[in-house]
């Protein structure tokens, strides 16, 4: 059964930097796309990045520039660097999971999600 963990997430001030992790744990496919979406409290689920098999990214137009996804392919391990962030960026964190590599902002394109890790921006 595959499980993803996030971790990471935590206060920090408008202008600073997180790097939220997702471990990825029984799964193995050689087409894949990884993301990261999040969920603000009254609002729908938005994805934020997207990462594939082939390293190819794709950014939510809020945060390009700002966020960077990356993965550890041989660890199993998804990253997100957040810098200069906002209080807008405050959210639940979910990393998600499909396993045909459709690189994808929409969250009905995943099948496999963590729990979730919060972030908080705020002074």
């Known amino acids: 059964q595959v499980q993803l963990v996030e971790s990471g997430g935590g206060l920090v001030q408008p202008g600073g930097s997180l790097r939220l992790s997702c471990v990825a744990s029984?799964?193995?496919?050689?087409?894949?796309?990884m993301a990261w979406f999040r969920q603000r409290p009254g609002k729908e689920r938005e994805g934020v990045a997207t990462i594939d098999h082939y390293d190819i990214t794709v950014y939510a137009d809020s945060v390009k520039g700002r966020f960077t996804t990356s993965q550890d392919s041989a660890r199993n391990i998804l990253y997100l660097q957040m810098n200069s962030l906002k209080p807008e960026d405050s959210a639940m964190y979910y990393c998600?999971?499909?396993?045909?590599?459709?690189?994808?902002?929409?969250?009905?394109?995943?099948?496999?999600w963590g729990q979730g890790t919060q972030v908080t921006v705020s002074s």
């Open positions: 998600a999971l499909n396993a045909v590599g459709n690189l994808s902002l929409r969250p009905g394109s995943y099948n496999v």
């Open positions: 029984g799964f193995s496919a050689s087409r894949y796309a």
